[in-house]
């Protein structure tokens, strides 16, 4: 048998070469596997994000940016949907949510979306981490991550503060829920009544004066604003609207998977555009797909050349105890320990690579990823899986294969002609 | 008259490029227990003879017989299983295994061979660790003394009760005292183990210790004289 203790000290006395070894392995290894990672880390997170998204229906135009705005809440002046499209959805019988989204504010770098409190709640199935849905046009709840409290007050800005936006002084949202964490963008928003966003952009706020059993309401709600009192703030919000506005996205969950693929069939459309997110991504993923192959490529050469100069410096290093193997045979060991004490040494050498290489390589992915996550608000969750684990263990079969020919040669080395040099 | 344990017959060993061989020997007996020594100018093909009566090389023709099996014709494999029983080998250069402590190094070879050391051979090398006078059995042999590393070499020679024991200058490095010290041990340990030993030498103390010197000149044997006894 391989003594250990022998092993540790060869290994320590060669300790240059060893380590060499050890780092290119880990190196090629950890690029192996943090692009492995980051690829599926990213599908997950995202396919994770458009979870909740069954269809989204805007206004004709790019199918991607359409999913990047109502799923990833990517900034972008969308075209808008007339209000008679979310009429028309909210009244579908197929139809068990229709939820606008608007979006276009900001407060503090954070996007303020309009919904409905059933989008809140995806219809009642998820509850919040904290405080209630809104009630009134005042009110907002925030995603688990940003940064206020209950009670606080929102100030929406049109645009971005980067962008040059104003403040909307018209109104103002008081805090009085906070969501779950989702992992997904919506994590960072603020999510206030529809009829607030409409409101501010003097749209009205879709629901008729009579409803609100006020006669004078003007619909631009510009001349409003000075005749509301704090009574006016507790009037109606949500579905179904009289006289809905133009919204540029709405979020429909169908009754049964066929009413949704006839849905999205109805409002593709001239003027309207239906879309899966989740068949989006897919398509997102594939041209990901290709650049994952590339990388895997490049990773694949890389362990290529890894193979290249492990066995160029065992050899090497093998040359240079051609000595002391021969004067272990000379001192009685067989062949075969000489076979399994260079062989192993290798292997010894490549398991600490592989063990280094898989730690950096999710490491790295890991440090990739809540980049993404700070970047975004999408949390890609880095996994370590069984392909991984393939991945470790066929690098290390072929390391066991290439470690035969350094273990080969020692076993074949003529012992008088070694001991002479 | 002592039992032949070793029968070199008509040995050469011929070497590509000389048109002599390196090693011409058509007949040499070595008696078992007997103390040999090898003198001989450098190049003249003592370690070659060596490397022949330890079956670390293979003549091109002739028998190395030792106790009636020709190591010559014996399998590489079967040669070393051969050597790890009966043969215990010290070099000049004492070719020690830095890092590992002396009791280590004397277990080495064994370790290498068996699958779990017994308790018996760890007793076995810490009494020949106590016979050649070293009682600090975990001190790591590059911090010992040259004479102190050739005393660890011979007690790793012995470990496998070799009943023939080989010496390469065993002396040629090391100052007169622990060449003396050596000298001694080497004598003694063969001789209360009934071993066989060879020794290729200059060292004339070494030599003249022995029952029986030949001299080595190009491969062939030019003289052979007995010890006065």
């Given at each position: 048998m391989i003594p250990l203790k022998f092993v540790l000290v060869d290994l320590r006395r060669h300790w240059v070469g060893s380590l060499v070894i050890i780092l290119l392995i880990a190196g090629a290894t950890a690029l192996g596997v943090a692009v492995n990672l980051q690829e599926r880390a990213l599908r997950l997170g995202s396919a994770r994000a458009a979870e909740r998204f069954d269809l989204v229906v805007g206004a004709a135009g790019s199918e991607t940016q359409l999913v990047l705005s109502s799923v990833f809440l990517q900034p972008s002046p969308l075209t808008l949907l007339p209000g008679s499209a979310l009429a028309k959805l909210a009244d579908d019988p197929r139809v068990a949510m229709a939820a606008p989204v608007g979006f276009g504010d900001s407060f503090n770098g954070l996007p303020v979306v309009g919904t409905i409190a059933a989008f809140v709640t995806d219809d009642g199935r998820v509850g919040l981490s904290e405080g209630r849905v809104f009630e009134t046009v005042a009110e907002a709840v925030i995603g688990a991550k940003v940064d206020l409290a209950l009670g606080d007050e929102v100030k929406p800005l049109h645009g971005t503060a980067g962008e040059g936006g104003h403040t909307h002084t018209e109104l103002k949202y008081q805090v009085v829920g906070r969501m779950g964490e989702t992992g997904t963008p919506w994590d960072r928003a603020i999510l206030v009544p529809i009829e607030g966003v409409w409101r501010i952009h003097h749209m009205g706020d879709g629901h008729d004066a009579d409803e609100h059993g006020h006669a004078a309401h003007d619909r631009t709600g510009e001349a409003s604003e000075a005749e509301r009192?704090?009574?006016?703030?507790m009037e109606r919000i949500g579905p179904p609207w009289t006289n809905p506005q133009g919204v540029p996205a709405i979020i429909v969950k169908a009754r049964t998977i066929a009413d949704a693929y006839r849905l999205r069939n109805e409002y593709r459309r001239d003027q309207t555009l239906g879309v899966f997110p989740a068949e989006v991504l897919t398509r997102l993923f594939s041209t990901l797909g290709d650049v994952r192959t590339v990388l895997a490529a490049i990773a694949f050469a890389t362990q290529g050349l890894v193979a290249a100069a492990v066995i160029l410096v065992s050899v090497v290093h093998l040359a240079q105890r051609r000595r002391q193997l021969a004067v272990l045979r000379a001192l009685g060991a067989p062949r075969a320990a000489l076979f399994g004490l260079v062989w192993f040494e290798i292997l010894a050498l490549v398991v600490s690579g592989v063990a280094i290489g898989v730690v950096l390589g999710w490491g790295g992915a890991k440090i990739f990823a809540s980049w993404v996550s700070d970047a975004s608000g999408i949390v890609s969750p880095v996994v370590l899986t069984w392909e991984d684990g393939r991945l470790a263990l066929g690098l290390l079969a072929v390391a066991a294969i290439i470690a035969v020919v350094p273990a080969m040669m020692a076993y074949r080395q003529p012992t008088a002609i070694a001991l002479r040099s | 008259m002592t039992a032949v344990s070793a029968l070199l017959r008509d040995v050469s060993v011929r070497v590509r490029g000389l048109p002599e061989p390196v090693i011409d020997v058509p007949d040499l007996a070595i008696a078992t227990g007997e103390h040999l020594a090898v003198t001989g100018p450098s190049g003249a093909g003592k370690t070659t003879l060596l490397n022949i009566l330890t079956g670390l090389e293979r003549p091109v023709s002739g028998a190395v017989l030792w106790d009636g099996i020709d190591i010559a014709r014996l399998s590489e494999a079967k040669r070393d299983t051969w050597r790890a029983k009966q043969v215990g080998i010290i070099m000049q250069d004492f070719n020690l295994f830095p890092g590992l402590s002396a009791l280590d190094n004397v277990l080495l070879p064994r370790q290498l061979r068996v699958p779990r050391l017994g308790n018996d051979a760890r007793e076995r090398a810490r009494h020949l660790l106590e016979q050649v006078g070293l009682n600090r059995h975990d001190q790591r042999v590059e911090t010992m003394s040259r004479g102190e590393m050739q005393r660890v070499a011979v007690a790793r020679a012995l470990q496998a009760q070799p009943a023939i024991i080989v010496a390469d200058e065993p002396t040629a490095s090391l100052d007169d005292t622990s060449a003396k010290r050596i000298t001694d041990l080497l004598i003694g340990l063969s001789t209360s183990s009934a071993a066989t030993l060879i020794v290729v030498t200059h060292d004339q103390t070494l030599a003249r210790a022995m029952h029986r010197v030949v001299s080595l000149q190009r491969g062939r044997i030019v003289g052979s004289r007995t010890a006065p006894t």
């Amino acid at each position: 048998m391989i003594p250990l203790k022998f092993v540790l000290v060869d290994l320590r006395r060669h300790w240059v070469g060893s380590l060499v070894i050890i780092l290119l392995i880990a190196g090629a290894t950890a690029l192996g596997v943090a692009v492995n990672l980051q690829e599926r880390a990213l599908r997950l997170g995202s396919a994770r994000a458009a979870e909740r998204f069954d269809l989204v229906v805007g206004a004709a135009g790019s199918e991607t940016q359409l999913v990047l705005s109502s799923v990833f809440l990517q900034p972008s002046p969308l075209t808008l949907l007339p209000g008679s499209a979310l009429a028309k959805l909210a009244d579908d019988p197929r139809v068990a949510m229709a939820a606008p989204v608007g979006f276009g504010d900001s407060f503090n770098g954070l996007p303020v979306v309009g919904t409905i409190a059933a989008f809140v709640t995806d219809d009642g199935r998820v509850g919040l981490s904290e405080g209630r849905v809104f009630e009134t046009v005042a009110e907002a709840v925030i995603g688990a991550k940003v940064d206020l409290a209950l009670g606080d007050e929102v100030k929406p800005l049109h645009g971005t503060a980067g962008e040059g936006g104003h403040t909307h002084t018209e109104l103002k949202y008081q805090v009085v829920g906070r969501m779950g964490e989702t992992g997904t963008p919506w994590d960072r928003a603020i999510l206030v009544p529809i009829e607030g966003v409409w409101r501010i952009h003097h749209m009205g706020d879709g629901h008729d004066a009579d409803e609100h059993g006020h006669a004078a309401h003007d619909r631009t709600g510009e001349a409003s604003e000075a005749e509301r009192g704090p009574a006016e703030m507790m009037e109606r919000i949500g579905p179904p609207w009289t006289n809905p506005q133009g919204v540029p996205a709405i979020i429909v969950k169908a009754r049964t998977i066929a009413d949704a693929y006839r849905l999205r069939n109805e409002y593709r459309r001239d003027q309207t555009l239906g879309v899966f997110p989740a068949e989006v991504l897919t398509r997102l993923f594939s041209t990901l797909g290709d650049v994952r192959t590339v990388l895997a490529a490049i990773a694949f050469a890389t362990q290529g050349l890894v193979a290249a100069a492990v066995i160029l410096v065992s050899v090497v290093h093998l040359a240079q105890r051609r000595r002391q193997l021969a004067v272990l045979r000379a001192l009685g060991a067989p062949r075969a320990a000489l076979f399994g004490l260079v062989w192993f040494e290798i292997l010894a050498l490549v398991v600490s690579g592989v063990a280094i290489g898989v730690v950096l390589g999710w490491g790295g992915a890991k440090i990739f990823a809540s980049w993404v996550s700070d970047a975004s608000g999408i949390v890609s969750p880095v996994v370590l899986t069984w392909e991984d684990g393939r991945l470790a263990l066929g690098l290390l079969a072929v390391a066991a294969i290439i470690a035969v020919v350094p273990a080969m040669m020692a076993y074949r080395q003529p012992t008088a002609i070694a001991l002479r040099s | 008259m002592t039992a032949v344990s070793a029968l070199l017959r008509d040995v050469s060993v011929r070497v590509r490029g000389l048109p002599e061989p390196v090693i011409d020997v058509p007949d040499l007996a070595i008696a078992t227990g007997e103390h040999l020594a090898v003198t001989g100018p450098s190049g003249a093909g003592k370690t070659t003879l060596l490397n022949i009566l330890t079956g670390l090389e293979r003549p091109v023709s002739g028998a190395v017989l030792w106790d009636g099996i020709d190591i010559a014709r014996l399998s590489e494999a079967k040669r070393d299983t051969w050597r790890a029983k009966q043969v215990g080998i010290i070099m000049q250069d004492f070719n020690l295994f830095p890092g590992l402590s002396a009791l280590d190094n004397v277990l080495l070879p064994r370790q290498l061979r068996v699958p779990r050391l017994g308790n018996d051979a760890r007793e076995r090398a810490r009494h020949l660790l106590e016979q050649v006078g070293l009682n600090r059995h975990d001190q790591r042999v590059e911090t010992m003394s040259r004479g102190e590393m050739q005393r660890v070499a011979v007690a790793r020679a012995l470990q496998a009760q070799p009943a023939i024991i080989v010496a390469d200058e065993p002396t040629a490095s090391l100052d007169d005292t622990s060449a003396k010290r050596i000298t001694d041990l080497l004598i003694g340990l063969s001789t209360s183990s009934a071993a066989t030993l060879i020794v290729v030498t200059h060292d004339q103390t070494l030599a003249r210790a022995m029952h029986r010197v030949v001299s080595l000149q190009r491969g062939r044997i030019v003289g052979s004289r007995t010890a006065p006894t």
